[in-house]
């Protein structure tokens, strides 16, 4: 896994680890055989795909010394509550079972359908139009003192991840909060070289 706290626009988001698996190149995500290729079958919820992300994500989160008690997932731009259908709630089962947590997808919901990320220019844009949009929509679970997992497959400029938050904090103050997503968006195709590629063999 990589660190995204090695940014301060992640750092500054007091999360207590975030990471991703690879770099998230859109202009090779239609070149076969290239981890973007892999992040976009994913989003496809192609499940021979999604199941080669699920044992990667699994392996190197078992790896971890965290003992995480919930997992939660980001919300698809068309979502307003989770379908149970998405190849995210595939991802937060696996995990769930393979580090022995529970999987609450249902905690958030969305107020407002949002465009896709990539379609928003600038990270101002991006903030402006995610205000407001998650809330807490289920409070059964004390989350305070809890390590959570929030899931994501890809983060641009931290606009998802720091909206989430905010609402958990505000619910939740006392909570241990932990990123992992996919892909982080670069443009530079060469950082994936030094990435395995054999979990998709």
Excluded at 9 to 23: E, I, N, Q, V
Excluded at 24 to 48: C, H, M, W
Excluded at 122 to 141: G, I, P, S
Aim: some cysteine.
């Amino acid at each position: 896994m990589i660190s995204l706290l090695t940014e301060w626009k992640y750092r500054t988001l007091g999360l207590h680890g975030a990471w991703h698996l690879c770099y998230y190149v859109s202009a090779e995500r239609q070149t076969n055989g290239t981890l973007p290729y892999y992040v976009i079958q994913f989003k496809d919820n192609n499940q021979q795909w999604v199941h080669k992300w699920c044992n990667w994500a699994s392996t190197v989160l078992s790896g971890t010394d965290i003992n995480f008690d919930c997992i939660i997932r980001a919300l698809g731009s068309r979502e307003l509550r989770p379908s149970g259908q998405k190849a995210l709630d595939k991802l937060g089962t696996v995990l769930a079972k393979q580090l022995n947590c529970e999987y609450s997808p249902t905690i958030l919901a969305k107020h407002r359908e949002t465009p896709p990320m990539h379609t928003i220019r600038t990270r101002d844009e991006r903030r402006q139009m995610m205000e407001n949009v998650y809330f807490v929509a289920n409070q059964e679970k004390d989350l305070n003192n809890k390590n959570v997992l929030i899931l994501d497959d890809v983060t641009t400029s931290n606009t998802t991840i720091s909206a989430i938050l905010e609402v958990l904090k505000q619910q939740w103050p006392h909570g241990r909060y932990y990123f992992f997503c996919l892909g982080k968006t670069e443009y530079d195709g060469a950082l994936n070289e030094s990435i395995n590629l054999s979990h998709f063999n």
